[in-house]
């Protein structure tokens, strides 16, 4: 079929990318960050082109073997996700090659980067348990060796082995759940399962499976390795993490119980879990003094949007929950890798991630501080941005509920947007201070491939805002192809 062989070209451009990026870097150490960088770049843009081809062919669910051996189902809604996931690394991959130049081991960060992207799309298409786990372990040891890359240093090392115990610990959570459905059912496969499960047997594996892929989806209280991975973290792998990372490892989460956990009412325990997220996220990122640290708590708070959409939609059946929960994923891509590439560059000029640093930065660096002010009205859900847009369907999704509870977790939803522009606001008060500090009186904007991809990510926040439709309806649609999972 085209779409196979659509797939096995991204999936070889992405894999011929990460082993000649690294043999680049290798062989030409004078130019290891530049040749590394343009080859990943290459590689990347290229699996997306091939891959975004894909689109007219998965308005129906198919499964394909990839290379005659790797079975994957490819659906629309998968799509939506490993798109996100491509383009975002793709943009990122851009950023870095600039924004890495006081960093030794490109040679390695570009490849990881390019496998972190690919273990995203592995987990989209993933229909069976086990395959689903292998994905899901190579995006967790990328991601904590990309968290702990600064390795000179202790506190990026440090962020990685809590990241690192914390992943490992829900890994084998992840693999207790899988070997309890084995026993039961004598089967992987989340299509067979959605057939025949049922009951309160299944309830012991879906409490396994929520929180181990809840800590990679940093849902509260299991959230506590992201504030202390985002500040060490490169900026382009904060964007990957909080962009597209954990909101993968929640979308894995949702392919189970929406096949496994079918006739189950999980949906009430995601809008508890939902609305304590999104409060203690906001809460925390009141008091932050780094900037970077501020955007990790905002992210934590952002996945409470997420879960309480799908938490609507599961528990009273309102298509507007599923869709309101999946776009926000869409437009939580952009506008918080807008905002994380923003404090990167941030950084890179000011060498500094405090908040107080920054003071009169925005006069200095103005395409910075207007793509970040654009990112951070957006995520407080201020019109015409995307934010609004996706978290317009959710708050729609309780009401139209009709029930107490929905009632008031739109309300409480409303409520914490408004309460996080009580630090967004005073951030881009800092950066158009009158005020400026030392370290902001001889810088300048960055260069052109970083502005580059803080145009991209501004120009589509915007666009998702004022024309949300197109991928609205099509995230409308997937869900109504949806049987289970797929």
């Known amino acids: 079929m085209v779409s196979s062989s659509l797939l096995e070209t991204t999936i070889s451009l992405l894999l011929l990318g990460a082993v000649s990026s690294y043999l680049g870097g290798i062989l030409f150490r004078h130019r290891e960050r530049l040749i590394s960088g343009v080859i990943s770049f290459l590689a990347l843009l290229g ?29 629309l809604l998968g799509w939506i996700v490993a798109e996100i996931g491509l383009l975002l690394g793709t943009i990122v991959c851009l950023y870095s090659v600039v924004y890495m130049e006081e960093d030794t081991g490109t040679s390695k960060f570009f490849p990881l980067l390019i496998l972190m992207t690919l273990s995203v799309i592995g987990l989209a ?49 992840i693999l207790l759940g899988i070997s309890l459905v084995y026993a039961q059912f004598g089967n992987l496969d989340l299509n ?39 500040p060490e973290a490169p900026s382009g792998i904060s964007a990957m993490l909080s962009g597209i990372i954990i909101e993968t490892g929640l979308f894995a989460l949702l392919r189970i119980l929406l096949s496994l956990g079918a006739s189950l009412p999980w949906g009430e325990m995601l809008i508890v879990f939902a609305l304590l997220t999104m409060t203690a996220g906001n809460i925390m990122a009141l008091t932050q003094k780094q900037l970077k640290r501020m955007l990790a708590y905002s992210s934590i708070a ?19 929950g599923f869709a309101g929960g999946v776009f926000h994923i869409v437009t939580h891509a952009f506008m918080k890798g807008l905002a994380f590439l923003c404090a990167g560059a941030l950084i890179f000029r000011l060498s500094s991630g405090f908040l107080s640093d920054m003071k009169g930065a925005g006069w200095r660096m103005p395409l910075t501080a207007l793509t970040f002010s654009v990112a951070a009205l957006s995520l407080a859900g201020v019109p015409p941005f995307s934010g609004f847009m996706s978290k317009l369907l959710i708050y729609q999704s309780g009401i139209q509920a009709g029930t107490a509870i929905g009632w008031a977790g739109s309300l ?17 008060a800092t950066l158009y201070s009158k005020e400026k500090g030392e370290r902001v009186q001889a810088v300048k904007e960055v260069p052109w491939t970083m502005t580059a991809a803080l145009i991209v990510l501004c120009l589509l926040t915007i666009y998702l805002g004022v024309q949300p439709d197109p991928v609205r309806d099509w995230i409308f649609r997937a869900f109504s192809l949806l049987k289970g999972g797929f």
């Open 125 to 173: 298409f993933s229909y069976d348990l086990f395959n689903l786990y292998l994905f899901f372990e190579l995006l967790s040891v990328s991601s904590f060796v990309l968290v702990a890359f600064r390795k000179e240093k202790w506190e990026p090392v440090e962020a990685g082995l809590k990241f690192m115990v914390m992943s490992v610990a829900g890994s084998a959570l």
């Open 412 to 428: 409480l939803a409303i409520f914490n947007s408004v309460l996080s522009l009580g630090y967004y606001l005073p951030a881009i």
């Open 192 to 230: 067979y399962l959605f057939t025949v499960s049922g009951g309160s047997s299944v309830w012991v594996p879906i409490i396994l499976f929520l929180i181990g892929f809840g800590i990679k989806a940093a849902m509260f209280p299991l959230h506590t390795w992201l504030p202390d991975a985002h």
């Open 302 to 320: 952002q996945m409470g949007y997420i879960l309480l959409g799908i938490g609507m939609g599961a528990t009273y059946g309102v298509a507007s």
């Open 47 to 75: 699996g997306l082109i091939s891959f975004s081809l894909l689109f007219p062919m998965v308005r129906e669910s198919q499964r394909i073997l990839l290379f005659g051996v790797l079975s994957w189902q490819v659906d």
